[in-house]
């Protein structure tokens, strides 16, 4: 069965510094590899995708990708309270489905 | 254009009742998801659509539920006989053609009494 898994959290970062995102799958098929934030009662924001390995830097975020390990992480500089929210990654193999974890809770504290 | 569009965000119904949610994808989107989110998961996948041909309905959970997209853009996800189980989030993601990210709308909260 293919997984992906996230550790639940709360972490709690403090404003300013840097949250850090693990994200774990199983299937070494995945191709595609996409964090989503969604805030309560939101809907998912796509906000990182990648699909090599190796960083991929947007503004604050940087995705990192080592398929070797199969892990993907989420990078946030310079925490700001609006980054409280939900994380979730994605994977996504030769199909057309993708893959969900379950998220991790950020709480980015004043 | 605008974003992928769903109504109605919020609807409250009697088990037994039958409901219709109505997904408008991104101008232009081939590929079109219908996904269920309970409370604390990610979303689920229930069926995908490319164009007006449904190419996979595996993750619907019961012949319950039905999905069309009859000229190949909105969307409606039907569920019949609306079960307490039933009470969700159920989420609308479209695609580009030769694109993998999907962009998701709003989302119908379905509440079954």
């Known amino acids: 069965q293919k997984e992906v898994e996230q550790n639940s959290g709360p972490l709690s970062v403090p404003e300013g510094a840097i949250a850090s995102l693990n994200c774990t799958y199983s299937d070494r098929g995945s191709q595609s590899f996409f964090w989503y934030r969604q805030y309560s009662g939101k809907s998912p924001e796509l906000i990182m995708s990648i699909y090599s390995n190796g960083d991929k830097e947007d503004g604050r975020f940087t995705a990192q990708l080592n398929k070797a390990s199969q892990y993907v992480s989420l990078l946030i500089r310079d925490s700001q309270p609006s980054d409280s929210a939900t994380y979730l990654c994605?994977?996504?193999?030769?199909?057309?489905?993708?893959?969900w974890g379950a998220g991790t809770k950020l709480i980015i504290k004043p | 254009g605008a974003g992928v569009s769903q109504s109605p965000r919020y609807k409250v119904a009697k088990r037994g009742q039958d409901v219709a949610l109505r997904c408008d994808p991104i101008?232009?989107?081939?590929?079109l998801f219908w996904y269920q989110q309970a409370l604390g998961q990610g979303p689920e996948f229930l069926t995908y659509f490319q164009n007006e041909a449904q190419l996979d309905k595996s993750g619907l959970p019961s012949d319950r539920f039905f999905a069309e997209r009859p000229e190949g853009s909105v969307s409606t996800l039907k569920i019949q006989r609306t079960q307490q189980e039933d009470s969700a989030v159920y989420l609308c993601?479209?695609?580009?053609?030769?694109?993998?990210?999907?962009?998701f709308g709003p989302g119908t909260r379905l509440t079954v009494t």
């Open positions: 993601a479209s695609s580009r053609p030769t694109g993998n990210e999907q962009y």
């Open positions: 101008s232009g989107h081939v590929s």
């Open positions: 994605a994977v996504r193999a030769l199909s057309y489905q993708l893959i």
